[in-house]
C-alpha cells in the first residue's frame, strides 16, 4: 500500500495487492447509482424547485435535537446563514448588466470575482450584478456537501483520458487545485477558519475491493507519466497499517 506527502492535504490510498481489509459496507455501490445516471435522458427543461424540499442539516442545525433551542430561531438557520434571504423582499430588480443564476458556491463565487475584477480595474461605474435564486443562497447542493476540500491528484485519470485530449486532462487537475487553494486563500483572508471549522491534514481514500485497487494504482500510475502527479504525494498503506 501507499501514501504521499501533498503538503497541505495528503491523499491516502488505502489498498493492498495481497490482502484486504473489510468493513461492514456495501461494495460497488457507485456501479449502481452510475447506472441509474445512465439510463437517464434529457427530457427539457428542468422544472422549478418542489414547494416544500428537504432541509440541510448543515444550514438548519435546529433540525438536530443536539442543537441548543433557540424560540427566535428554532430551526438555527438564521445563526448559521444569515444571509440566505439576503435581497428577495421587495420588486424584482428590473435593469443589471450580469445576472447570475443559482446562489450557490459557484454563483456566488462568480459574483465575488466580478467584484473584485472591477474594483482592481477601477475604470468606468461598476457593473450592477444580480443573483437569482430559487430557494435560499447555499440552499441547494452547496449547502448540504459533506464538507469536503480536497484536490484530486489522480482519481479518475484513466476515465477523463478517454474523454479529453492531455492538455485538457492535466487543465482538470490544474482546476481541482486552483478551486482548493482559492477557497483556502478566501478563508485565510477573513479570518474564517474557525467560523468554518478549518481542520488541515489531508484525507483517506479507502478502498474496498481488488478491482478498486488496480484502477487507483493505475490512475496514479498514468497521472505520474503526465507529469500531473509525483510518487511522493499519495502513500499507499498496508493492511496493517490501514487497521492503526
Known amino acids: 500500500m501507499f501514501s504521499a506527502d501533498l503538503g497541505l492535504w495528503i491523499s491516502l490510498y488505502l489498498c493492498d495487492s495481497t490482502s484486504m481489509s473489510y468493513f461492514p459496507l456495501p461494495l460497488n455501490a457507485y456501479d449502481e447509482f452510475k447506472a ?10 428542468s422544472p422549478l424547485p418542489t414547494p416544500n424540499p428537504t432541509k440541510s442539516f448543515w444550514t438548519h442545525p435546529g433540525l438536530s435535537r443536539d442543537w441548543p433551542y433557540d424560540s427566535n430561531d428554532p430551526q438555527g438557520c438564521k445563526k448559521i446563514n444569515p444571509y440566505a434571504s439576503e435581497g428577495s423582499e421587495g420588486h ?35 457593473l450592477k450584478v444580480v443573483i437569482l435564486e430559487a430557494r435560499d443562497f447555499c440552499s441547494g447542493a452547496t449547502g448540504r456537501n459533506g464538507g469536503h476540500l480536497t484536490a484530486a491528484i489522480s482519481h479518475n485519470y484513466s476515465s477523463l483520458a478517454k474523454l479529453y485530449s492531455p492538455e485538457e486532462v492535466r487543465r482538470c487537475f490544474a482546476l481541482e487545485e486552483h478551486t482548493t487553494t482559492a477557497i483556502l486563500s478566501l478563508i485565510e483572508k477573513y479570518g474564517w477558519a474557525d467560523y468554518v471549522d478549518l481542520v488541515e491534514g489531508g484525507h483517506c481514500v479507502l478502498l474496498f475491493s481488488e ?6 494504482k493505475e490512475d496514479w500510475k498514468k497521472a505520474i507519466e503526465a507529469g500531473i502527479t509525483t510518487k511522493d504525494q499519495v502513500r499507499w498503506l498496508t493492511t496493517e497499517e490501514t487497521k492503526q
Open 36 to 45: 441509474l445516471f445512465d439510463r437517464s435522458s434529457a427530457s427539457g427543461p
Open 211 to 216: 478491482r478498486e485497487a488496480r484502477e487507483a
Open 92 to 126: 424584482l430588480t428590473s435593469e443589471a448588466d450580469v445576472v447570475i443564476i443559482g446562489g450557490g458556491i459557484t454563483g456566488v463565487s462568480v459574483a465575488l470575482e466580478l467584484g473584485r475584477l472591477v474594483r482592481e480595474e477601477k475604470t468606468g461605474p461598476g
